[in-house]
Nanobody, 119 residues
Framework: QVQLVESGGGLVQPGGSLRLSCAASGLPFSVYAMSWHRQAPGKERELVASIASANGITNYVNSVKGRFTISRDNAKNTVYLQMNSLKPEDTAVYSC????????????WGQGTQVTVSS
């Protein structure tokens, strides 16, 4: 029933931009914290950015600060990741995650979208 569907990935040149979208359904989106994670081949999954449900406070891993922006549109049940000044090391599968307001709830993951930064 719950679905998180990412889109917007693709192949871009270094220095280019992409905007990822994650459309959620089947859950009370507005009360879930949302985040973007990425995983490159042979590497552990890394938290890239998060945005709180209530106050919208955002956090970023240091490597993307100043380049990436996470945002959410509760009316559209969608979270975005605007990625600028992309670097080859940003290449990874990017997945969105929904975390419930209560510890007893479960989290949900999207299927992921591939981002490749290459010349």
């Amino acid at each position: 029933q719950v679905q998180l569907v990412e889109s917007g990935g693709g192949l871009v040149q270094p220095g280019g931009s992409l905007r990822l979208s994650c459309a959620a359904s089947g859950l009370p989106f507005s009360v879930y914290a949302m985040s973007w994670h990425r995983q490159a081949p042979g590497k552990e999954r890394e938290l890239v950015a998060s945005i709180a449900s209530a106050n919208g406070i955002t956090n970023y891993v240091n490597s993307v600060k100043g380049r990436f922006t996470i945002s959410r549109d509760n009316a559209k049940n969608t979270v975005y990741l605007q990625m600028n000044s992309l670097k080859p090391e940003d290449t990874a599968v990017y997945s969105c995650k929904a975390d419930p307001p209560f510890p007893t709830g479960r989290s949900y993951w999207g299927q992921g979208t591939q981002v490749t930064v290459s010349s």
